[in-house]
């Protein structure tokens, strides 16, 4: 279930059985010269629904800007601050939090924002901690927050290693393109790239990067997604976060 597209009295019936809500994050940034610049608050968005049509949970709006300060060499990508992010979640956890949510599992589709994320959990476990422990307050659920990344399932990596081998790289992956693709197979944008996988290496800013990985690729071919390729990637993704889900909810 899709919190925006629910009534005010379907979540309140759901609050009676469960307590959990998928937060889907992403970002958006370049993805080379043939990645979508919504990457990674797609394959979020897809594999959030997915999970909650498999679980029954119930799925919060995606989070679409997240910290990519190092993309903004390149035309599109846009970026929060980590402080703003934190306000950003801590904000929404705390809105979801009035209305009974108390376990808060965040499904991510960029690697920039695993260090905030991080930051903003012990932000509201903080706000938890420091709350003077009195009236109806202390006698509430505590709130928990879990961060997974979608492509930490087993399946997803075995798949990616089956299907792209070295060629997977580190960013405008063939199998974060592939998604995006079998997601809106009319925007895809198959092309040979030259150097066929891109280098790798690490980076500062955004200057530093766009002057290491001029077309924005580190270490991949995304010259090899694929519609049929993106469905399989998505439904091992499904699959493995819902898993992660359902064991999370009953041991949190």
């Not at 949970?57 to 035309?75: N, W």
């Not at 075995?158 to 809106?184: F, I, N, Q």
Request: net charge negative; with cysteine; glycine share 10%.
């Amino acid at each position: 279930m899709q919190l925006q597209l629910a009534t005010w009295p379907e979540v309140e019936s759901y609050l009676t059985r469960s307590q959990g809500i998928i937060m889907p994050i992403g970002s958006t940034e370049q993805h080379g010269p043939n990645g979508l610049v919504g990457t990674d608050a797609i394959c979020a968005e897809e594999v959030a629904k997915g999970v909650g049509d498999r679980t029954g949970a119930m799925v919060a709006p995606t989070i679409s800007v997240g910290m990519a300060q190092h993309h903004l060499g390149f035309p599109g990508s846009m970026t929060l601050r980590p402080s703003t992010l934190i306000a950003v979640v801590r904000d929404m956890v705390e809105s979801l939090a009035v209305h009974g949510f108390r376990r808060f599992f965040f499904l991510n589709g960029h690697g920039g924002n695993i260090a905030t994320l991080t930051a903003a959990f012990s932000e509201i476990y903080a706000g938890a901690s420091l709350a003077p422990a009195s009236g109806a307050a202390a006698n509430m659920p505590a709130i928990r927050c879990r961060l997974k990344n979608w492509w930490e399932a087993k399946q997803v990596g075995a798949l990616s290693r089956e299907l792209y081998g070295r060629a997977e790289g580190s960013h405008a992956t063939p199998s974060e393109v592939s998604m995006t693709w079998a997601a809106y197979p009319e925007a895809a944008k198959p092309m040979t790239l030259d150097p066929e996988i891109a280098p790798s290496g690490d980076f500062a800013d955004a200057a530093d990067y766009r002057r290491k990985f001029p077309d924005g690729r580190i270490g991949s071919n995304p010259g090899l997604s694929s519609v049929e390729a993106g469905q399989r990637i998505l439904e091992a993704a499904i699959a493995g976060m819902a898993a992660e889900y359902e064991s999370w909810l009953k041991d949190a």
